[in-house]
């Protein structure tokens, strides 16, 4: 079962109103408990956002980030 998750938007006009809005997020994949590191993850996360990464492959990406995090 694909999960939405519905969270509240907020957004500026030109005259420095406020407006609330509702997103509606389709929840396809989560894995939690990555790294307490959370700018490196965000890195992570902007590059997967950025390159538009199918999340078919997150489990992938997230494996190879662990081993570079791994002291040598």
């Known amino acids: 079962m694909n999960q939405i998750t519905y969270t509240l938007c907020e957004e500026q006009n030109e005259d420095n109103a406020t407006s609330y809005g509702i997103i509606a ?7 939690k408990g990555i790294t307490p590191d959370k700018e490196k993850l965000t890195k992570l996360i902007n ?3 950025q390159l538009e990464l ?13 081993f570079e995090l791994e002291p040598n």
Do not use: Q
């Open 54 to 66: 199918d999340p078919i492959h997150l489990k992938d990406v997230v494996c190879d980030f662990l």
């Open 47 to 49: 590059m997967c956002n």
């Open 25 to 31: 997020l389709k929840k396809i994949t989560e894995i």
